[in-house]
């Protein structure tokens, strides 16, 4: 019973999340391929973290330094592809995609 409410929760986040990914990834306009691919790596670098949180293995232990060093990493991941520019928007094309 606790292992089908736990599987039903990572479910249930993981559904969330895509959400979230699927609205921003609409909003976006100008360079989102930067933006998603930054996104793509913050979201790698958490899952592990949190694959290792909750598979059970005892060779696997969550640790919150390790934890904490993988959300700034994330973060810097995710700040990078949010700023970046692809090579094929002028910073005028930008300027206005951000500015309706």
Same mark, same amino acid.
């Given at each position: 019973? =606790?292992?089908? *409410? /736990?599987?039903?929760?990572? +479910?249930? =986040?993981?559904?969330? !999340?895509?959400?979230?990914?699927?609205?921003? !990834?609409? /909003?976006?306009? #100008?360079?989102?391929?930067?933006?998603?691919?930054?996104?793509?790596?913050?979201? &790698?670098?958490? %899952? @592990? @973290? *949190?694959? $290792? $949180? !909750? +598979? &059970? +293995?005892?060779?696997?232990? %969550?640790?919150?330094?390790?934890?904490? #060093?993988? !959300?700034?990493?994330?973060?810097?991941? %995710? &700040? =990078? #592809? @949010?700023?970046?520019?692809?090579? +094929?928007?002028?910073?005028? @094309?930008?300027?206005? $995609?951000?500015? /309706?």
């Amino acid at each position: 019973m =606790l292992r089908k *409410v /736990k599987s039903w929760l990572e +479910d249930a =986040l993981v559904k969330m !999340i895509i959400r979230k990914v699927i609205k921003r !990834i609409e /909003k976006m306009k #100008g360079s989102w391929k930067t933006t998603v691919l930054g996104l793509l790596a913050a979201l &790698g670098v958490l %899952f @592990q @973290q *949190v694959a $290792a $949180a !909750i +598979d &059970g +293995d005892p060779a696997t232990v %969550f640790s919150l330094e390790v934890a904490i #060093g993988a !959300i700034v990493t994330a973060l810097a991941l %995710f &700040g =990078l #592809g @949010q700023q970046s520019r692809q090579k +094929d928007v002028s910073s005028e @094309q930008e300027l206005a $995609a951000r500015n /309706k």
